[in-house]
C-alpha cells in the first residue's frame, strides 16, 4: 500500500468523530430561548435511539416526543452553562481549543478531498458499461520501473511468465501462483492496473504499468461477459463505490501536494544511527541527550531532532511499531507522523478557522462541552445524601437489596440420558458421586472438585436449579436435559431462600443509589424552572410528520 493510506484513514476518522456539517436552510422542529432544534439533529437522536416495533402511530408519536424533550432537555442546560458563564471558565477553552484540530481537519478534508472527488452519472454509466466483462490476468510486480522493463524483454524472447512470475514478483499472494489474479470485474483493482488489464486481449501482455505499489507487468489469459443487475439497482453502489475511489486517490494527490511543498530533507547519518540502534536493541531503540539534539530531518517550516522522534515512537504501541530495519521505514514512519501537522498548517494557511463551517462546528463543540460540564458537575453540585435519608432509602427500595434464592449441587453431565441413567443406577448402588464425577463429568472445571458447583442463582443453570430446588438436601435427581443436549444427575447439597441484605452489608450500596436518585430529582427540578422561564415551541405538524408507523 501506498504510505498514505494511513493519513487517508486518519481524514476518515476525522470526518467521522467531528460529524457531517450541516447544510443550512434546514427545517426547524423546535426553538429553546435563542437556539434551534433542526429535523436531522433530532433525526440523528431518534436513530441512535433504541426503537421498537410500533403498533400504532400515536404509540410511535408518543416516543418520538419523549425523544424531542430529551434534546430540549439538553439545549436548556446547555442555555443554563452561557448563563453561568461557564464558557469563559479556562477548563472549557483548554478542552475548546484541545478539539479544534479535528474539526480544523474535517473542514479541510471537505474542500480539498471531498468537493474535489464529485461524481457524475456519466461517470456512473461509464463504470455499469464496464461491469459488462470479467477479466483473468497474471502479473509480475517490481519495485522500480528498470526492473520492470527488464522482466518484459525476457518475456518478449520467450521467458514464461508464470515462471518469471514465481521468481522475480514481490506480491507475496500470487507469485507461488504464477503471478494468477483470477477472474475479476472492473473496480477490484487499482487504476492504472485495471485500465491496461481491460484493453489487452487474451494472450497479450502489457507493457510496464505503474500504481501506487509499483511496477506490473500483465498478461491477460481470458475474457468473457458476465450478466448484470439493472443499471438502476446497481446505481447507488457504483456512486459510493467511485466516490471512495476518488476520494482515496484524492488522498494520495493531496498529500504528494503538501510533502512536495514541505521540501522534506533526511540526514543520512541520523537515519543510520536510528537503524544501527534499532539493531543493536533488537527494536528498542534509545538515545542519549546529546543524541536527542541530532537534526533528522529538515522541511519548510521546521525540522525534526532524534529527540522529537523518539517522543513520537514513544506514543505508539509496543505491536505497532516498525522493526525499522529499513531507511524506508524511518521515513515513512517520520512522514506518516509530520503529515498531521502539515495537514494543519495548511487548514490555518487556506483560512479554515474563518470559515462558517468551522465556526459552527467549533459552537457545536463548545456546546456539548458545556452540555456535559452541566450534566456531571454544576447540576449534582452539592447534592449530598445524610444517614437517614440513606436508611429510608434502604426501607422503602428493599426490592433493590435482595438476594435471589441458591443452589448448591454436586454434578455429572453426560453426552446421552441412557448414559446418565447407567450412573445414577450405579449411585444409587453405592459407587461415590464424587469419584463418578471426576472420571466421567463432562463438565470438566466442577469434575475437578468431585462435581460440586458451588451456589448459584436460577438465571445461571435454569433446568439444573428447578429440579435441584424441590429436593431434600442429600436427595438425587435426574437425567435432566442441560443446554446442549447433554444430560445431568444431580444430588442437592444446600439451599438458600431468597432474603434481604441486611443494612450494615449493603450502606454503601444504598447511599450510591439514594444519592442517583437524589441527583436525579435536583436534575428534574433544575429543568421544571428552566422550562417555566425559556420560551419552547414545537413544530407539531412536523413533528407528526416524522412518524412512519401506520393505523
Known sequence: MKRYASLALLLGLVLALSGCGKKGGEKILARVGDHQITLSEFEGRWERGLQKQFTSREQELDIRRKTLDLIIDDKLMIIGAYEQKLDESPEVKKQLEDGKPRILLRVLYTKEIKDKAKVSNADVKAYYDKLEFEVRARHI?????????????????????????????????????????????????????????????????????K????????????????????????????????????????????MDQLKAKANLQFLPKA??????????????????????????????????????????LAKVGPFRRPKFGKEDEVKNFVEGALMQDLLLDAAKSEGMESTAESKKALKESEEKILLTKMQREVIPKDVTVSDEEVKNYYQSHQDRFKVAAQVNIREIQAKTKEEAEKLLKRIKRGVSFKRLAKEKSLRKWAAKKGGEMGYFEERRYPELFKAAWGLKKGRL???????????????????????????????????????????????????????????????????????????
Open 271 to 312: 537515519v543510520k544511527l536510528i537503524l544501527s540502534k534499532a539493531k543493536e536493541g533488537k527494536g528498542k531503540i534509545e538515545f542519549t541527550d546529546e543524541e536527542k539534539k541530532i537534526v533528522l530531518l529538515k522541511y519548510n517550516g521546521g525540522e525534526w531532532t532524534l529527540g522529537k522522534f523518539a517522543d513520537e
Open 141 to 209: 510486480l517490481v519495485k522500480t520501473e528498470e526492473e520492470a522493463k527488464k522482466i518484459k524483454d525476457e518475456l518478449d524472447n520467450g521467458a514464461d511468465f508464470a515462471q518469471l512470475a514465481k521468481e522475480k514478483s514481490t506480491d507475496p499472494s500470487t507469485k507461488d501462483k504464477g503471478g494468477d489474479l483470477g477472474f475479476f470485474k472492473w473496480g477490484k483493482m487499482v487504476g492504472p492496473f485495471q485500465e491496461v488489464a481491460f484493453k489487452l486481449k487474451p494472450g497479450e501482455i502489457s507493457q510496464p504499468v
Open 211 to 254: 500504481s501506487r505499489f509499483g511496477w506490473h507487468i500483465i498478461k491477460v489469459e481470458e475474457r468473457k461477459k458476465v450478466e448484470r443487475e439493472p443499471f438502476d439497482r446497481q446505481k447507488p453502489q457504483i456512486e459510493a463505490q467511485l466516490k471512495r475511489t476518488k476520494e482515496r486517490e484524492r488522498v494520495d494527490e493531496y
Open 477 to 551: 435427581a435426574g437425567p435432566i436435559k442441560t443446554k446442549g443436549n447433554n444430560w445431568s444427575i444431580i444430588r442437592l447439597l444446600g439451599k438458600k431462600e431468597t432474603k434481604v441484605q441486611p443494612f450494615d452489608e449493603v450502606k454503601d450500596k444504598a447511599k450510591n443509589l439514594a444519592l442517583a436518585d437524589k441527583r436525579k430529582k435536583v436534575k428534574a427540578d433544575w429543568l421544571e424552572d428552566m422550562r417555566k422561564k425559556v420560551k419552547i415551541t414545537i413544530d407539531e405538524k412536523l413533528l407528526e410528520s416524522t412518524v412512519k408507523a401506520k393505523g
